[in-house]
């Protein structure tokens, strides 16, 4: 007998890779552009003085910019220490059914980490070979749903309207839409929250916004649904958002011209990845997130995944069924996917 | 039936009030004076750019600082959003026996509300009636135990070789010490984590570091409790520590002498306090933290609560259960408890 018996063993999900040394970083999904301007403006001018009190447990002003932003009432708000924060709080709040959970089996891989650590049942729903969702398999008894869309690792957008029958059909259960790509040119579900009690939709600052290390998440719903994600948050940690993030947070979202100037950027080089990745002999579903899913013809993922860190350009790669021989690789800047061009031709050819 | 069925039900913790208006504010234990000016400097020169990048999963530089800072190998620091993150952590890792946690009946109360979160088993074990700790108590089979040394909300300090025999007498349980107040005059147990692998010492920057708005806790420990901690903090959310929260913690740590003086300036002003209370009737018990916990000798307490705060100075005070006759009051700047002063010797001649 020793404490050591009394542990919670877990497997813990692993993120992508954060090289010390400079690399040409495409395995994380950040973006290769800096924040908002008005981010430095109100760091430089910051009140330190404030940093010695606790901040406001609904991240205050930050909320309340949330709020405006998206023409909600700042009761419909939850914000947490990135999406993550948000998703753990709500799989936790509102996935207690002896009922499965259910979503898609190629997807964000924290979904099964967080069943797993907080004992939900779950079942992967398999996409079809295209990676799309079939609609009807959702439309079982289930504990709560979660989809992401568009999808990670693969990028596909599902149609709202389509979506939007899984949530109608089942008002016993939450769902979950986690937006974290649809800034980058997908359609998102916000405007249903009103219509639909039982729906959740999560965001956050860590891709279209530019603030990975902000940690900047939100989840919108109507007031039941955030009341009762806020009761946990306060059983667990009154207060989360730090000050400063709150005040780099809501800077950000002030500078609207900036935000749309950047997505369109990441848009733009995604569109023209897509082409090019063609012509090397790549193959994707279309993409309507900041990254691509792409398999070679010829070549192993995995090779290539090796190949590009050699050469210092980090792409992810997973050893996972179904996806094996598919490679994420994010959008950065035009000159950033030029090496990674540059670098694969060379590599492509070079295996003959 | 709804979804609401399967919605987790809590009791949150209800911290302090943060009033909007400016008010003397000496109810959540906040430092008076403002953090260091290091971290003014390093926030009006942090490099914007580096927001879009996820930060270290381990805090990266704030964990080494801290770990140089006390002598410490960086695999034996766990950093987090505030002690209340890396003691919500710890009980979910570590107190997972069918046998009770122990902790104090008066305490700090975010306790029992974990516990009751995560369905531990706990027993509140009663202090003696001067809120002193008897050893003995907590020499009985039980799944873990917590103590806060100095204890809040008492301020009482107990001594760290007695508190040693309940460490070396429970090697088949994590022995937490909560030393969020350790930093105002009191001896912390952090040499001994050496010799026993389960003792987990918890401080927080929201005290002794002027720095609760910036929410950073850490735990110290054997490198085996701290890898576990990590791994079910990897089951949550990989990217807890925002990079601005890393580079402001790391700057206030280099500024020893400005720490050490305003620590030096809380003592002399919670001594002056002491003195000044007891003349004007109060009764207390000894406390080595940034707070006393007094009681009036005719005057019941809720009255005091009540008129401070109609005068603007903000007090703590709980309608619990042997402590409904004391007030919490945070020591703050010698003119802000000058002002207090003032007030209570009018309130109370006016009482008569």
């Not at 002003?61 to 990135?82: H, P, R, T």
């Not at 996935?95 to 959970?101: P, Q, T, V």
């Not at 709560?144 to 869309?149: E, M, R």
């Not at 996972?320 to 590599?347: C, H, P, V």
Request: hydrophobic share 40%; proline share 5%; charged share 25%.
């Amino acid at each position: 007998m020793s404490w050591e018996d009394n542990v919670k063993r877990v497997v813990p999900y692993v993120p992508g890779e954060q090289p010390k040394s400079k690399v040409i970083k495409l395995n994380t999904n950040e973006n290769p552009y800096p924040p908002s301007p008005k981010v430095r403006e109100v760091l430089s001018n910051y009140d330190i003085d404030e940093l010695r009190l606790y901040p406001d447990v609904n991240a205050g002003e930050l909320g309340m910019a949330l709020a405006k932003y998206y023409g909600l009432n700042s009761n419909q708000v939850f914000v947490g220490v990135g999406s993550d924060d948000v998703l753990a709080i709500a799989f936790m709040t509102f996935f207690n059914s002896d009922k499965e959970i259910l979503f898609p089996d190629i997807t964000y891989s924290f979904y099964d980490v967080w069943a797993d650590l907080y004992k939900i049942p779950y079942r992967m729903v398999e996409l079809n070979d295209d990676f799309r969702i079939n609609i009807e398999d959702y439309l079982v008894p289930n504990g709560g749903i979660v989809i992401p869309n568009p999808n990670a690792p693969t990028g596909v957008e599902k149609d709202v309207r389509e979506l939007e029958k899984i949530v109608a059909k089942n008002p016993d259960s939450v769902v979950i839409i986690d937006e974290a790509y649809v800034d980058f040119g997908a359609t998102s579900m916000l405007p249903l929250i009103n219509k639909y009690d039982n729906l959740l939709i999560v965001q956050t600052y860590s891709k279209s916004r530019s603030m990975a290390g902000a940690r900047i998440g939100m989840a919108f719903g109507n007031e039941k649904l955030i009341k009762y994600m806020n009761d946990v948050k306060f059983s667990i940690n009154s207060y989360t958002m730090n000050r400063l993030t709150v005040a780099a947070g809501t800077a950000a979202l002030e500078d609207e011209e900036y935000f749309k100037e950047t997505c369109d950027k990441v848009i733009a080089t995604r569109e023209r990845t897509k082409v090019r990745l063609r012509e090397l002999g790549f193959d994707m579903p279309d993409s309507k997130s900041n990254f691509v899913f792409a398999t070679h013809e010829s070549i192993p993922a995995s090779d290539i995944f090796n190949a590009a860190k050699s050469a210092g350009i980090y792409l992810r790669w997973w050893n996972k069924d179904r996806i094996s021989n598919r490679l994420r690789i994010s959008i950065g800047t035009d000159e950033e996917m030029d090496a990674l061009f540059a670098f694969l031709k060379e590599y492509i050819e070079a295996r003959g």
